[in-house]
């Protein structure tokens, strides 16, 4: 078991070190890219993430739980979903590019071509890290998404400069690049494992273990991304990436919570115990972070890009405010899993997601950009006291069979 949160310790600091380095990376590259293009590659992005999210998440996270014999029927039939979900995606992001280049921005067709290969190599890649936390380790997983990074910022900056392309094309030639040497190499280092040989199987046989594996990695990515749809085709073009440069920023400690969840999922309540006992101190603490947070973020902003990039201070506290309840929520909801209350970490993701399309759906359009945070902060809110009601249930059932 130590041996386990020790690799899990190490993972989420390598990729917490990733992640900042691709922050800055994006700071850097926004600045070029100016806000019309910035909001274009953010709307891919987030297509792009989600619908991997949605289409494979219960099917990575099965492999997770089963972690099948790599030569068995099982496996291979893995292998053959995961060929029918791209293909699905691929359709998907062929819709949501062709409506925002018909509603919104016009995507020249180079960059559209780009958007495609970075959407199978991205995937390809998220699915080889799948497979090698499976079957291998944390660890080199973490250090993968390192090498992606400094891949990128290599072509970027150097290799791909003297070239007659456009800063978006070369940004996406970077990524494109980077993902395709880390997926020849994972697919390389997993291949050679154990002479492993990649065949295909009937897709049904995986399917059927997948029941209700996939609800629970969909909900929180589909909320964590459903913000940026609603800018992106209620407000104006560049309010998108306005919105992304503030939340990148206050968003990036979004490991804290991840990190205290992986500990309570390894088997140690203490840290949920510690945090319900010193509440008020917790709180007193991460409002004062959050303001550090949210004073500093702006700064950086107005100095860094501009003041054209800035949104009113409202938003950034809104928004501030939903991370503290995005974090109570996931570390409430974690609790629960440890407590094997299998059904609420169900039933209450997607109560949450509902919530959050039906509060944002009310509260945009009279309140503008900063109705999407309060809408979210809203769905959190009810979400914890369902966890919350959820648990002292199951406890006061406890009480009466005892």
Partial sequence: MSSVLRIQKRYIVTKVLATFISLVFAFFYSRNLGIVNRSILIYAFTVSSLTWIVLTSGSTLTLRKLKPEKESRS????????????????????????????FKTVIPYRLMLLIYVYFLLS????????????????LFSGYIEL??????????????????FSTAAKLLLSFNISYLIIC?????????FDKVKMR?????????????????GVSLGVVDRLDRFIIAFYFPTGTLARYSAMSSLISY????????????????????????????????????????????????ILNFLGYNWLLPIGVFVAFGIQEILRGAYQISLNYNSKLE????TRVIPIALLSLAAIF???????????????????????AIFLTYLWRNKAKGLRQIDE
């Avoid at 945009?364 to 945070?373: A, M, N, Q, S």
């Fill in 184 to 192: 020849v190499w994972m697919f390389r280092v997993f291949v050679s």
């Fill in 75 to 102: 496996f291979e039939s893995f292998i053959s979903l995961i060929f029918i979900e791209t293909v699905v995606g691929l359709l998907i992001l062929t819709v949501a590019l062709v409506v925002f280049s018909n």
């Fill in 253 to 300: 400690f979004r490991f804290v919570p991840e990190f205290f969840s992986r500990i309570m999922i390894s088997g140690y309540s203490l840290p949920y115990v510690v945090l319900r006992k010193h509440k008020f101190i917790v709180i007193i603490l991460f409002t004062t972070a959050i303001g550090a947070i949210i004073f500093s973020s702006r700064l950086f």
């Fill in 360 to 382: 944002s759906s009310l509260t945009v359009r009279p309140f503008g950009v900063i109705g999407i945070p309060i809408a979210f902060s809203a769905a959190f809110l009810a």
């Fill in 200 to 216: 295909f199987a009937s897709p049904k046989l995986f399917w059927r273990s997948t029941k209700g594996s996939h609800l629970i």
């Fill in 123 to 138: 995937g390809f890649a998220l699915i080889m890290v799948e497979i090698l936390i499976t079957y291998l380790q944390y």
């Fill in 341 to 344: 209350l299998s059904l609420s």
């Fill in 147 to 164: 090498i992606a990074v400094g891949i990128q910022i290599l072509l970027f900056f150097l290799i791909l400069k003297p070239f007659d």
